[in-house]
Each structure stands twice: as structure tokens, then as C-alpha cells.
């Protein structure tokens, strides 16, 4: 099955700085590829996803990149704020009716410090 | 919005009890999740369900069965709790189709499920 490995496990930076998280599959017939944050006790929200037809998607300070020779994707937050303190979990399935039968990544917990 | 409640936010169960865990969704999705996260180890899948009456195994279906007479609910069974069992379940819906949203996975609060 699918294996999805998420790097860094915690991630501290400074209010306005960039912060970046890799994650890497196994299954190369994997084409879709979310993101979710979870705030503190609070359930996970999709913030952003990527087909494996796309190699960038943006979304005002998000972006997601993929590389699908290497088997790899980016979350990449500019000019972080505190309220984008929370963990982010990356996740990989197949398409068609394997949409939802996602494969989370261990999930990256980030602080964002005023 | 889309709504996903699950019936219980806590609850503190007994080694051997059988634990119900609810979830009902309010807009018509066909398929719906349950998800078990742990510190560390991110989300991981125990059972899903394209419709009603159908159920597939996820990743960690071992000590877990589910039951969808109805569409609008989903409930997971711990036969027999354990210990190792105590943990975060998410329950999770998710609408078919090529509208926007589609495909997005809408999850519940959780339920914090702790065995004694």
C-alpha cells in the first residue's frame, strides 16, 4: 500500500519568515495529493490540493509543488503569521472512487512566533 | 456548511467493554471515513464506506467493524476495547462528483476515546 513520509515533524519560525514541508510517496499511481490543517482542538480543514497533471498550485500565501518523478511534494507558507500555528498533515491517494481512501503523512507541527 | 457530528467528544471505557462510536452527516454524501490519529503517526484509515451497506477495510481495521444502514450515518464498533485502543477517532464524509468541493474530505470533531 501507500506509504507517505512528512518532514519535519516540528517546524519554528518567525512571524514573516517562509516555512517549507516535504513529503514523500511510495505509490506512483498516486495522483492526488491534499494538505490539511488542524488548529489546536479543532478538526482538519483542507487548505489546498494538487493533481499529478499540475505541478504548482498558489493560493495567496500557500503553494503546493509537485514532483512526480521524485515522488515528492511541498507546502510552502510565505509570510507566516501566528494563526497559521496548527499541525499540517500531508496525504497521497489514487484517483477515481480512491479519492477519499487517502494516506496521511505523521504531520508537521508548526509555531509561528510573533 | 457541511456538517459532520460525532455523538461522543469523550468517553472512558473499560478493557473488554464493546464501544459505539457515532457519526451522522447532513448532506447527502455517499461515502464516509473513520480515522484514527495518534501523536506521531498522523491519521491512519480503519474502515470506509461508498454507500449504504458497503464497507471496506482501511489500513488498521484489526480490532474494529462498522455498520451504515442509512446513509446519513456511519458507526464504529470496538468489539472488545483494549488498551491500545485509546486514542482520537475521526469520522469523516466526503461528496462524489466534479463540482467544486468535491472529492474534500469534511470531518467531525472527534471523539477521544480512553480504555482503562
Known amino acids: 500500500g501507500e506509504n507517505v513520509e512528512q518532514h519535519p515533524s516540528t517546524l519554528s519560525v518567525q512571524e514573516g519568515d517562509s516555512a517549507v514541508i516535504k513529503c514523500t510517496y511510495s505509490d506512483s499511481a498516486s495522483n492526488y495529493f491534499p494538505w490539511y490543517k488542524q488548529e489546536l482542538g479543532k478538526r482538519p480543514q483542507l487548505i489546498i490540493d494538487?493533481?499529478?497533471?499540475?505541478g504548482e498550485k498558489k493560493d495567496q500565501r500557500i503553494a503546493v509543488t509537485l514532483n512526480k518523478t521524485a515522488k515528492h511534494f511541498s507546502l510552502h507558507i510565505t509570510e507566516t503569521q501566528p494563526e497559521d500555528s496548527a499541525v499540517y498533515f500531508c496525504?497521497?491517494?489514487?484517483?477515481?472512487?480512491?479519492?477519499?481512501?487517502?494516506?496521511f503523512g505523521q504531520g508537521t507541527i508548526l509555531t509561528v512566533h510573533p | 456548511d457541511v456538517k459532520v457530528t460525532q455523538s461522543s467528544r469523550y468517553l472512558v471505557k473499560r478493557t473488554g467493554e464493546k464501544v459505539f462510536l457515532e457519526c451522522v452527516q447532513d448532506?447527502?454524501?455517499?461515502?464516509m471515513f473513520w480515522y484514527r490519529q495518534d501523536p506521531g503517526l498522523g491519521l491512519r484509515l480503519i474502515y470506509f464506506?461508498?454507500?449504504?451497506?458497503?464497507?471496506e477495510k482501511g489500513d488498521i481495521p484489526e480490532g474494529y467493524s462498522v455498520s451504515r444502514e442509512k446513509k446519513e450515518r456511519f458507526s464504529l464498533i470496538l468489539e472488545s476495547a483494549s488498551t491500545n485502543q485509546t486514542s482520537m477517532y475521526l469520522c469523516?464524509?466526503?461528496?462524489?462528483?466534479?463540482?467544486?468541493?468535491?472529492?474534500?474530505?469534511?470531518f467531525g470533531a472527534g471523539s477521544r476515546l480512553t480504555v482503562l
Open positions: 469523516a464524509s466526503r461528496n462524489t462528483g466534479y463540482l467544486a468541493g468535491a472529492n474534500v474530505l469534511t
Open positions: 464506506s461508498y454507500d449504504v451497506k458497503m464497507k
Open positions: 448532506m447527502d454524501h455517499e461515502n
Open positions: 496525504a497521497a491517494s489514487r484517483g477515481g472512487t480512491s479519492y477519499g481512501k487517502l494516506t
Open positions: 494538487i493533481r499529478s497533471n499540475v
